[in-house]
């Protein structure tokens, strides 16, 4: 009986994989529906494998919640409730954010394998073909790395589109988590709140290990219209060749410490420590990135990694925010948001990002960021589970369990967050 | 009666300095205009101090052609004949070409007092204010390093703007010299002859140590749009910090031989070899640059500097035609036209500039350069002589003299070419 629940449940949401298979769940009957009232902790995955960073979205279930607790919430939430008395459940639990190295692979799959997953194995008992474990994956690895997790955990990836998949991740966390977007000047952090209404069109700007910009105009209405080869994993490849920094993170905190200046030719060493006021350039804008480098009798090892990472920071965070100005000029885009993995909250990057856009923009546009910027990759592609009824109602209480107004956690390392899911029966 | 012949050159063009003033000047009535007729040496030079290269354009005359002779080119050229019977000299002779490192200024400064210009203590015989020995100066060390000039040369740098000597350099250049414009594809290279009447406007990139990006509207009308500190300054100071490499020649020397795909992170690399069709990048387009450099664990010393230097010239060219293309399309500017020491004719630097623009642009831009692409802004300053009565006529000439259609040679190196200057009596 117990096992029938679950598999009923597995059917009708295709939803992957499951965790604790042997937990109860018991169904009952609300407002003419069919309503599951459980305990079980369910886990459904998300992953988003890019060139340098697996990011992994994943819910654990650990509560259930009745129609009527449903319904109050969404009155206070932004979420319409869907129409029709629809079956449903509602679990309560976390969603969950992790992230691995790329080349780290295997330890991706050691710990989706020690989570205890419901995969392959489990399944054989009673259905001894795999394709019923599908797990949605989105980026190049899910190309490319498809045979080794159907090899190592009898999974399939269920493959979404990347530029689908954030697009998906961006517009969910805009629409429904609050303190989602802010900006960020002079070391100071402001939310914005965006009507919803107004939210389209915006400039996406997804800095991975390269950078895409996708002009959104709708739910599902976006263009991939530009994009460049020098991002996070240009800072990452270059700052270890530079610095010999065993990690990102390493690099980041490294530059935290630096002075760019040491190396970046400045149009006041040019001119003599004057401005060039003619053309509006400062003394100490950047001329040329690493251009003092080239007058100087030094070597590499005779600079500070602080201050190579610092020059390398500067220089890509603004050619990165000098293109997404562009972009947005072309298409009369006045909000550019900017996401990936590459940000993670670094003030510096961001104020950089932000001073670039603002340089070129002369104050006419703004960067915002997002607190989940990591991540929406694989949140796009955990609401691609939508299509077979789930995440629905997560949007909608994750608005629910943030506190209004208040500054909330860092998501971008391994955490968590609790929110529930509806899965449709 | 010499010496007042040639000091009334000096004081009516304010040409700077002279060479070899011991030597005969006379003078002869044409057509009511006074004539010079002379075979006299004079050296007019003008110079661009820029941050990592001077740029030196220089005038040897050695012969003096007639009011005849010029009347007879005149018809034949491009550039009118100015109005009016007014006195002047034309002078043939050579216009030289030379660059040095400006770390190594006091080779510059060594050489033009080798060459035996007519310098401060010269000209103390007769006038003991060396504010008559002005040299015609651009770029930031013209500011910078106007004291050392001074001192050592006796010479006070007359300071041209910038821009507007890039421009002039360039519109002089387009306008006045056959052969001047190329495309350049797949190895090939396709002259263009501009029509003047069709020439304006255009963007003008100019890549030094930084870049800057200038819509050019007319012969003085333009304005300084965009650039950007990822420039032939990053190439070389980066360059030499991965490589070792002694001198910019040798770091484009080793990017010749070297394969970018050895750290470069493709789109292949990251699809597990397919394109990303559905957006339209191939497997072979560099998705992120220096981005293979993250998931290997290899040092910089295990890469070959070849391959490193190529994906450092990749990278920075293709951005820079990316961030020019973005421009272009800003002002609706159909013709981009790249200048500066950056790209020395250098067949892969074009290539790739040329693929970016094409690329961003669905083939819809065309790069095009410049042969005399590293002196635009020596060759502005020279220009401004002009207003002191010198060079009206030297553009007229340097058509004529360079052959019809035949592909000349390259001019970045420390070369000369024959022409003609006219100076006004």
Redesign the interface.
Known sequence: MHRDKIELLLDRSETGFLVNSTEKMEKQRVNGGEFNQCSDEVQHVALDI???LIKVVYFSGNDCGSFEEQETSSSKGRLDVPNGNQNYCVLKGKLHFMKF???KINDCIEFLSSKKFRCHDDLHHEDHTSDSHIVKAT???A????DLFKEKLGITLDKV???DSLVAGANFLLKAVKCEAFTYMDDKKDYVQIDHKDLYPYLLVNI???VSMIKVDGDSKFE?V?G???????F???G???T?CKSFDELLELSHGGNNRV???L?G??????D?S??GLAST????????????NK??ED?RPED?ARSLLR?IS??IG??AY??A??FGLKRIIFGGFFIREHAYTMDTISVAVNF?SNGEAKAMFLRHEGFLGALGAFMNYKREGLADLMSHLLVEQLPKGSIVADLNGNDSIHCSVRISN
Do not use: H
């Not at 460049?228 to 240009?234: A, E, L, N, Q, R």
């Not at 060493?269 to 004057?274: A, E, F, H, P, V």
């Open positions: 890019g060139g340098s190295e790329t080349r980026g190049g690895g190309f490319r790395y498809a589109d990347e530029m991975g290990s390269g991939r530009s460049t080869s020098v991002g996070g994993g240009t990452w490849g270059l270890k060749l530079l010999k190396i970046d030719m149009v060493d040019i001119y003599g420590g004057s060039y003619k053309i804008t950047i001329a040329s990135s690493f251009g003092k480098a080239v007058s100087e070597e590499l600079y190579v220089m603004n050619n000098q293109i562009l972009n000029l072309r070129w």
